[in-house]
């Protein structure tokens, strides 16, 4: 593992750190398209609704598994990274905490709310099961991926994504496709996924002497002053992931969540163009707000000018081909999928200015600004939800996410210039989105062009945004040495 080392510029450590993120994201999206075409052909919309309404519910459980321990880890991470020991001690300490405090959560879970779980969900109870007791296991490597993270070890952390996908994609395909055990075979193969998952972690930081038999009470002190003011934002998140899909199931049905489900989960590909790059400027953010300020905060500024665009043409091509990915991934009974998936996509051309905001903040450890826009969000996106989806049906459901997220984007916005002076290039931004919507009016007001005019579109669109960029990519290009 890398401790102690220069650090190059930021263009240059997002292209070779996060091409292995890039490509992580890519062969693990990749998977799960093709694990969606297993399950879209095996099951019905109501079965993929039932299976998502599950998943959703059981999302709730990390909150209280690992009390966040993952985000204190990456923020203490920077604290002890010259100190190889500490960091076994910090690392480990975090390990035996979220081991003995998770296992207790799902004793008390089987003995008190299991069965009710089960019925707000309308599945039986084993199904319940299998979908939660792995949960504390992905929680416990969530805290090796995120040790490693912060070190750029992108290679190990891909090589772990790509086979835990791979085993999922290949368990589904057997229980689901072959034996046709339906969504019990689907949970089955999540569960041996996590095992898998779990069990390469402890064997790597066991063998790096990074996992050793040490509990340092002041480094879970520090650990939990971090993390716990962060548990509102874990909540509000889950409230605003699940309330849409809970509430479409109550007011419309188990189809329309499936439909809506697989818009979501198509759009969800565009956060692999986002995720490569955030996972490598989160940690640049956190080393350089504490060595260079001035200049780390014009490299945001860029930085946010660059994903905005980037992630705008991205989205263009989700809704320029998105009929398409739905006639060619999906079985029958889908096809109402498509029309949202653009809506669904926007979510991430907004969500990367989120996160950089995010990691501003966080390197000023005011952990309850963070909670408190994620209360926003949620409370937004729950009381829009209630009132719309009612009477507008399960379609409005994307847009109330987008503004509930915008409203979170302005008060962390807010805040960051409370405590830095961060100018955004607000002129460049209001371009790039005239561009986008400029295009994507052209692709709708032409329903049947063929797939030769949409290339030359795409084409057109992606030359248009690399001369808006080229400026922002040099700057970044030329960012210098950081010591870290």
């Known amino acids: 593992m890398g401790y102690g080392r220069s650090e190059p510029g930021w263009l240059s450590t997002?292209?070779?750190?996060?091409?292995?993120?890039?490509?992580?994201?890519?062969?693990?999206?990749?998977?799960?398209?093709?694990?969606?075409?297993?399950?879209?052909?095996?099951?019905?919309?109501?079965?993929?609704?039932?299976?998502?309404?599950?998943?959703?519910?059981?999302?709730?459980?990390?909150?209280?598994?690992?009390?966040?321990?993952?985000?204190?880890?990456?923020?203490?991470?920077?604290?002890?990274?010259?100190?190889?020991?500490?960091?076994?001690?910090l690392y480990s300490t975090a390990f035996w905490f979220v081991l003995a405090w998770g296992g207790g959560v799902l004793v008390a879970f089987?003995?008190?709310?299991?069965?009710l779980a089960a019925d707000i969900a309308s599945v039986p109870l084993a199904h319940l099961w299998i979908a939660t007791v792995p949960?504390?296991?992905?929680?416990?490597?969530?805290?090796?991926?995120?040790?490693?993270?912060?070190?750029?070890?992108?290679?190990?952390?891909?090589?772990?994504?790509?086979w835990g996908a791979l085993i999922g994609t290949a368990g589904t395909y057997v229980l689901v496709m072959l034996w046709d055990e339906g969504v019990l075979g689907r949970l089955w193969a999540m569960a041996l996924s996590s095992a898998?998952?779990?069990?390469?972690?402890?064997?790597?930081?066991?063998?790096?002497?990074?996992l050793v038999f040490r509990f340092d009470q002041n480094k879970l002190k520090e650990c939990l002053v971090y993390s716990l003011p962060l548990l509102p934002n874990l909540v509000a998140g889950w409230v605003v992931s699940a309330s849409d899909r809970l509430i479409i199931a109550k007011y419309v049905n188990l189809e329309a969540v499936g439909v809506y489900?697989?818009?979501?989960?198509?759009?969800?590909?565009?956060?692999?163009?986002?995720?490569a790059v955030t996972q490598v400027t989160g940690v640049k953010t956190q080393v350089g707000m504490s060595t260079d300020r001035v200049r780390t905060l014009h490299m945001i500024s860029e930085l946010t000018t660059v994903m905005w665009a980037v992630m705008l043409f991205v989205n263009y091509c989700a809704v320029a081909y998105s009929v398409q990915v739905v006639q060619l991934f999906t079985g029958k009974g889908y096809e109402g999928a498509a029309s949202l998936i653009g809506a669904c996509g926007f979510v991430y051309v907004v969500s990367p200015q989120n996160r950089?905001?995010?990691?501003?903040?966080?390197?000023?450890?005011?952990?309850?600004?963070?909670?408190?826009?994620?209360?926003i969000m949620g409370a937004c996106s729950l009381t829009l939800n209630f009132l719309l989806i009612p009477h507008l049906g399960y379609t409005v459901a994307p847009y109330v996410l987008i503004i509930s997220l915008l409203a979170q984007t302005a008060w962390l916005y807010g805040w960051v210039n409370r405590y830095e002076k961060l100018t955004l290039q607000w002129s460049r931004a209001i371009l790039a989105f005239?561009?986008?919507?400029?295009?994507?009016?052209?692709?709708?007001?032409?329903?049947?062009?063929?797939?030769?005019m949409k290339f030359l579109f795409t084409a057109a669109y992606a030359?248009?945004?690399?001369?808006?960029?080229?400026?922002?990519?040099?700057t970044l290009k030329k960012s210098g040495s950081l010591q870290y």
């Open 110 to 115: 089987s003995l008190l709310v299991a069965r």
């Open 14 to 89: 997002i292209i070779k750190t996060g091409r292995w993120y890039l490509f992580s994201s890519l062969a693990t999206k990749a998977l799960a398209l093709l694990t969606l075409t297993m399950l879209t052909h095996s099951l019905s919309p109501a079965e993929f609704g039932a299976l998502n309404t599950l998943t959703t519910l059981t999302q709730a459980l990390p909150i209280v598994l690992s009390l966040y321990m993952d985000s204190a880890l990456a923020r203490l991470y920077h604290e002890y990274r010259h100190d190889r020991r500490q960091l076994a001690v």
């Open 135 to 162: 949960a504390l296991l992905l929680q416990l490597a969530q805290l090796g991926l995120v040790f490693l993270r912060q070190s750029f070890e992108s290679w190990t952390v891909t090589k772990i994504d790509v």
């Open 463 to 474: 030359l248009i945004t690399y001369a808006m960029l080229r400026k922002s990519l040099e």
């Open 196 to 210: 898998c998952v779990f069990a390469y972690v402890i064997w790597h930081f066991a063998r790096a002497r990074l």
């Open 434 to 452: 005239g561009v986008f919507s400029v295009f994507i009016f052209a692709d709708q007001a032409q329903p049947q062009s063929g797939m030769v």
């Open 356 to 375: 950089i905001l995010q990691d501003i903040i966080s390197f000023h450890r005011r952990t309850l600004i963070i909670s408190s826009g994620a209360v």
């Open 261 to 275: 489900s697989l818009a979501a989960t198509i759009a969800s590909l565009l956060y692999v163009v986002q995720d």
